[in-house]
């Protein structure tokens, strides 16, 4: 079986693992991660940087690594993809097929992108004929290049580009055979969120959050003493720097592993565990647009991947807050590996994935430059036909009219004076853009967190039923949290249904319900916990 290296470069983080290629168990060899110098990637985009090639080239070497074949898992919002449905045809047909309705797939310039492709599973149209799911991925050729380069840098013989999302699925497919599972593989600069279901991937979003702002947090905390990003890191993996609830209101599932030895240190774990809001809110989007569409087979599971599964704490906030069971991915029957250390599984699935099943991203005009050998009795032949050609060429071409001639630049003159006139209106339509943006900057900077605030005050005032009892509000630059008293749940449900009309209000989303049964001295009610995500592009003037 033959060989391949699999490296993924991440933001902070390069992981390298040597394995079997495209086989059904692939068999692990050596698998390491090397830390990735600030400015070597950007947005997926690998820049030239001496210091991280002779890093990875010596840790190449201390491993005794000595496989050239190469693939790179790439996570990119240059990265584009989409799922579309076609009929059913062979699948060494697909390929072709994508390629020639590509255009209809993305409105880009196709010219520079590569397209490559992964067969999501099979599906019956409503005329009974059999279709197949595919996700098709394109991916810009400058992108590519970058990875070439690397590799050809390293002493490597690139093999393909594998798409981070196409990976997760390929390793985590095996372990989400029974029931929908969410598997999210999380990192400092962001997060991708996949749904898996019956070993079929349904749902895929990349989000723009991940573990870089609880981790400034802990380094700006006075609690902490660890100044450096990677110490507060390695400090988050073990210690519980983050609480297992959001906030009081929270019903708790499973019980936080941390002791507050003080009010400083209680204090410190709740900044470090509200910079996890925005996350948690997307995941809990993900939820309920999948379970919106499949209700029957609701996710029951999440499974969490990447460097951010190790921080402590955090699979017990996920369950709490999101309401599903959360656990790392500690082992996989997708390929065989014998960890040292069981929590470093999850680090390497983009890795492992891209071993199993490449995406084959690879630009034909950016592959390893080849040694030839040169028969220069045949190159002589060759050059002697050419001459005669083109002396042949010349000699037919000084036959034409002259009229001809002059008539061609006379339409090549006319040509010319178009288009400087269309020169100076893009110039002039380009200083506008300009002029405008900054005017937008600048209105932007004007804009305050309060704004949103003072408008949502206003609705309340005018639209909030006078006979509900509003018991507490909690408001920041983002949303207001609603704790109300109802008589009855229908009663709760009209507040929140006027709520949602708001205009100031972009995103309700309810955080908790509790009916109170009524008692001797007191009628029963219902309290519901709310928040209301403002719109921020919308302030009264």
């Known amino acids: 079986m033959a060989k391949i290296l699999s490296i993924e470069v991440g933001n902070s983080i390069t992981r390298v693992c040597e394995m079997d290629y495209k086989a059904k168990t692939p068999k692990v ?55 579309v449905t076609i009929p059913s045809i062979k699948l060494n047909q697909i390929g072709n097929y994508v390629k020639a309705n590509a255009n209809d797939y993305f409105p880009i310039e196709l010219s520079v992108y590569e397209i490559a492709y992964v067969l999501l599973g099979n599906e019956s149209s409503e005329d009974g004929k059999d279709k197949l799911r595919i996700m098709v991925i394109a991916a810009g050729k400058d992108l590519i290049s970058g990875y070439a380069n690397l590799a050809s840098a390293c002493g490597l013989k690139l093999n393909s580009i594998d798409y981070i999302g196409n990976g997760i699925y390929q390793m985590m497919r095996a372990e989400s055979t029974d029931g929908a599972a969410l598997v999210v593989k999380l990192e400092d600069k962001s997060a991708i969120a996949s749904v898996i279901s019956n070993g079929n991937l349904v749902l895929q979003r990349s989000l723009a959050y991940g573990t870089d702002r609880a981790i400034k947090a802990v380094v700006d905390s006075k609690e902490y003493y660890e100044s450096d990003y990677d110490a507060a890191f390695k400090l988050m993996c073990q210690k519980p720097c983050i609480k297992a609830v959001l906030n009081e209101r929270t019903r708790m599932k499973e019980q936080d592993l941390g002791n507050d030895d003080s009010e400083h240190a209680a204090e410190a774990r709740e900044k470090v565990t509200a910079t996890f809001t925005q996350l948690i809110g997307n995941l809990v989007r993900v939820v309920e647009l999948y379970n919106s569409k499949d209700p029957m087979n609701p996710i029951r599971s999440i499974i969490l991947t990447g460097a951010g599964a190790e921080i402590k704490n955090l699979t017990q906030l996920f369950t709490n807050e999101i309401g599903i069971s959360t656990s790392v991915l500690r082992s996989s029957t997708s390929v065989n590996m014998i960890m040292t250390d069981s929590d470093s599984m999850g680090r390497y699935v983009g890795c492992l994935g891209a071993g199993i099943s490449c995406v084959g991203l690879t630009a034909n005009d950016v592959g390893m430059k080849k040694k030839m050998s040169v028969n220069y009795g045949f190159l002589t032949i060759m050059t002697l036909i050419v001459a005669i050609g083109i002396f042949a060429y010349l000699t037919l071409s000084a036959m034409l009219p002259y009229q001809e001639a002059q008539k061609e630049e006379a339409r090549l003159k006319e040509l010319e004076a178009k288009y400087q006139e269309a020169e100076v209106v893009h110039k002039q339509y380009e200083n506008v853009q300009q002029l405008f943006q900054e005017v937008e900057q600048k209105c932007a900077m004007l804009n305050h967190p309060n704004d949103n605030m003072l408008d949502f005050i206003m609705e309340l005032e005018e639209k909030f039923p006078s006979d509900v009892q509003l018991t507490a509000l909690v408001s920041d630059g983002e ?18 249904q006027i709520l949602r009309g708001f205009e100031s209000v972009q995103d309700v989303v309810i955080n908790g319900i509790e009916t109170v049964e009524e008692k001797d001295d007191e009628e029963g009610f219902t309290q519901f916990d709310v928040a209301c995500y403002y719109d921020l592009s919308y302030v009264k003037q």
């Open 479 to 496: 949303c207001a949290t609603l704790s109300m008293k109802t008589k009855d749940f229908d009663e709760g449900a009209k507040v929140i």
């Open 29 to 83: 060899y050596k698998y390491f991660s090397i830390p990735t110098p600030q400015g070597v990637v950007e947005d997926g985009f690998v820049h030239e940087n001496h210091e991280f090639i002779g890093n990875l080239k010596s840790a190449l070497r201390e491993n005794k690594i000595t496989t050239k074949n190469v693939i790179f898992s790439v996570t990119s919002t240059k990265i584009v993809t989409r799922e």
